[in-house]
């Protein structure tokens, strides 16, 4: 596969994903306990032999940028092709802007692919759950010279309105395409996956072909270009939901998943931590689940996925969830049906994913979060003994003094504070120094033209008798 060059788009901002992507873009999101989706797609190039690959980030890329790094984990840093990261740059005689679609993000990247020895190009979904060997597909694509391939399955009718829908030939040459068609002819779609000649995608990219799906297969359609399709029968997943992530993950636990993490003829490659062996101590009970290395736990794990360092207090439940690196779920508190981002601590006592209520949506987000799966952003505090609801959003960050009541009924939101503003901070350190002043009878501040203080004297008072001085 050295004449192969892999392009992963890994810029999408994945919003169907509420809150688990609003700091991280959609290939960066923790999925499996210790992967991330990412891992899926990387695994595959090198598992195909495939060590020449170019990812195409753009949205929040901090946390993939630090996640892959050099490659190392997937044996590709290397001097000659390995992993190359591209973002969004500004060039002369262009106007600053983001990708505007996915063929956009490739013609913006064209003079990487340009001077690449090799003769076929994949482009690739970064936020897919799915195990192929891309062998085939390329020799496939070389044996009917074409100049594209698009890898097909077929899926439930009700998804299809979100994809690619084609109809193939005897000869499996593309002869209808409808792009996210509110009534799809057939249950046959693209998975997002293709594999072009080079001299056809230098050929068919333009200013004004953004989207592969949308314009530029379209357009090869229309200018009678050999256009394939290709069965891939193995396991797919398109993770885009809040309701897709948390079925993929939880479909891990069955005693025979079609996702089989354990194949040693597949390796999902991830970069991970040292951390110590998962602790189970005397109080714990653990049913179908899956617990990371560096987890303790003392409390009951019950159908969950657990990332590395997640810890479960005595007496803590743990229930049909996912909970991600190093949450703590406090004792006797109780996760239901819920996910749980980074960091996040649950409170003694308290209750995430609470009551029947299944189907009232999010008030914010109605779309996204309405079958019952709560939500809690990274970072984010749930007070001791609090009730929170089904479909509820906690926001990241969010800290105990953000919630107004301990009750936080479904389909609501918990927001943090905002920060407040420069001048906001300035005027309330001002008053806080006047009240100085008024008690310790010092000279108050003046402040010069860029808002800093000067000349500023303070006595501090004294403790009055009998108590306790200030601090």
Same mark, same amino acid.
């Given at each position: 596969?050295?004449?192969? $060059?892999?392009?992963?788009?890994?810029?999408?901002?994945?919003?169907?994903?509420?809150?688990?992507?609003?700091?991280?873009?959609? /290939?960066?999101?923790?999925?499996? @306990?210790?992967?991330?989706?990412?891992?899926?797609?990387?695994?595959?190039?090198?598992?195909?032999?495939?060590?020449?690959?170019?990812?195409?980030?753009?949205?929040? /890329?901090?946390?993939?940028?630090?996640?892959?790094?050099?490659?190392?984990?997937?044996?590709?840093? *290397?001097?000659?092709?390995?992993?190359?990261?591209?973002?969004?740059?500004?060039?002369?005689?262009?106007?600053?802007?983001?990708?505007? @679609?996915?063929?956009?993000?490739?013609?913006?990247?064209?003079?990487?692919?340009?001077?690449?020895?090799?003769? &076929?190009?994949?482009?690739?979904?970064?936020?897919?759950?799915?195990?192929?060997?891309?062998?085939?597909?390329?020799?496939?694509?070389? *044996?009917?010279?074409? !100049?594209?391939?698009?890898?097909?399955?077929?899926? /439930?009718?009700?998804?299809?309105?979100? $994809?690619?829908?084609?109809?193939?030939?005897?000869?499996?040459?593309?002869?209808?395409?409808?792009?996210?068609?509110?009534?799809?002819?057939?249950?046959?779609?693209?998975?997002?996956?293709?594999?072009?000649?080079?001299?056809?995608?230098?050929?068919?990219?333009?200013?004004?072909?953004?989207?592969?799906?949308?314009?530029?297969?379209?357009?090869?359609?229309?200018?009678?270009?050999?256009?394939?399709?290709?069965?891939?029968?193995?396991?797919?997943?398109?993770?885009? =939901?809040?309701?897709?992530?948390? +079925?993929?993950?939880?479909?891990?636990?069955?005693? *025979?998943?079609?996702?089989?993490?354990?194949?040693? +003829?597949?390796?999902?490659?991830?970069?991970?931590? +040292?951390?110590?062996?998962?602790?189970?101590?005397? =109080?714990?009970?653990?049913?179908?689940?899956?617990?990371?290395?560096?987890?303790?736990?003392?409390?009951?794990?019950?159908?969950?996925?657990?990332?590395?360092?997640?810890?479960?207090?005595?007496?803590? &439940?743990?229930?049909?969830?996912?909970?991600?690196?190093?949450?703590?779920?406090?004792?006797?508190?109780?996760?239901?049906?819920?996910?749980? !981002?980074?960091?996040?601590?649950?409170?003694?006592?308290?209750?995430?994913?609470? @009551?029947? #209520?299944? #189907?009232?949506?999010?008030?914010? +987000?109605?779309?996204?979060?309405?079958?019952?799966?709560?939500?809690?952003?990274?970072?984010?505090?749930?007070?001791?003994?609090?009730?929170?609801?089904?479909? &509820?959003?906690?926001?990241?960050?969010?800290?105990?003094?953000?919630?107004?009541?301990?009750?936080?009924?479904?389909?609501?939101? &918990?927001? %943090?504070?905002?920060?407040?503003?420069?001048?906001?901070?300035?005027?309330?350190?001002?008053?806080?120094?006047?009240?100085?002043?008024?008690?310790?009878?010092?000279?108050?501040?003046?402040?010069?033209?860029?808002? %800093?203080?000067?000349?500023?004297?303070?006595?501090?008072?004294? %403790?009055?008798?009998?108590? #306790?001085?200030?601090?």
């Amino acid at each position: 596969m050295k004449r192969t $060059m892999a392009v992963i788009l890994a810029g999408g901002e994945g919003e169907r994903l509420s809150i688990l992507s609003s700091v991280r873009a959609k /290939p960066a999101v923790p999925f499996g @306990g210790k992967y991330r989706i990412i891992d899926f797609t990387l695994s595959n190039c090198v598992n195909s032999d495939v060590s020449n690959v170019v990812v195409l980030t753009q949205y929040n /890329p901090r946390s993939l940028n630090d996640h892959i790094g050099l490659g190392r984990p997937w044996d590709l840093d *290397r001097n000659n092709g390995g992993v190359k990261l591209l973002q969004p740059y500004i060039a002369r005689g262009r106007v600053a802007e983001w990708y505007r @679609g996915t063929a956009d993000a490739v013609l913006q990247n064209f003079n990487v692919i340009e001077h690449d020895a090799g003769d &076929v190009i994949l482009i690739l979904a970064g936020d897919h759950i799915y195990k192929m060997d891309y062998q085939p597909f390329i020799q496939a694509h070389r *044996r009917k010279r074409a !100049d594209v391939t698009i890898a097909v399955r077929r899926v /439930p009718l009700a998804e299809a309105t979100r $994809m690619g829908i084609l109809a193939l030939d005897e000869n499996n040459k593309v002869v209808e395409w409808q792009e996210k068609p509110k009534h799809p002819k057939s249950d046959l779609a693209s998975m997002g996956v293709y594999v072009f000649s080079k001299r056809a995608l230098r050929k068919w990219l333009s200013e004004d072909r953004n989207d592969f799906g949308r314009d530029v297969i379209p357009a090869m359609l229309d200018g009678g270009a050999r256009v394939f399709g290709y069965h891939f029968d193995g396991y797919w997943q398109d993770v885009g =939901t809040v309701q897709s992530y948390w +079925e993929a993950n939880l479909a891990l636990l069955e005693d *025979r998943p079609e996702l089989d993490l354990y194949d040693r +003829e597949w390796l999902i490659h991830t970069k991970s931590e +040292e951390r110590a062996p998962a602790h189970v101590g005397p =109080t714990a009970q653990v049913h179908r689940s899956l617990i990371s290395h560096g987890c303790v736990i003392n409390g009951t794990v019950v159908n969950s996925v657990l990332s590395p360092g997640v810890r479960v207090d005595v007496g803590a &439940v743990v229930r049909d969830s996912i909970v991600m690196f190093d949450s703590v779920i406090r004792s006797g508190a109780v996760v239901d049906r819920s996910i749980l !981002d980074k960091e996040v601590v649950v409170g003694p006592g308290a209750i995430v994913g609470d @009551g029947p #209520d299944y #189907d009232t949506p999010n008030k914010q +987000e109605p779309g996204r979060l309405n079958t019952g799966i709560t939500v809690v952003g990274k970072r984010a505090i749930i007070p001791r003994g609090s009730r929170i609801g089904r479909n &509820v959003k906690i926001a990241g960050d969010v800290k105990a003094t953000d919630f107004t009541t301990r009750v936080v009924r479904s389909g609501s939101s &918990v927001d %943090a504070a905002r920060p407040a503003s420069a001048a906001a901070r300035l005027a309330a350190a001002n008053q806080r120094q006047q009240q100085r002043v008024a008690v310790g009878g010092g000279v108050a501040p003046s402040t010069n033209g860029h808002g %800093a203080s000067s000349s500023v004297r303070t006595t501090r008072p004294t %403790a009055s008798a009998g108590g #306790d001085s200030e601090g």
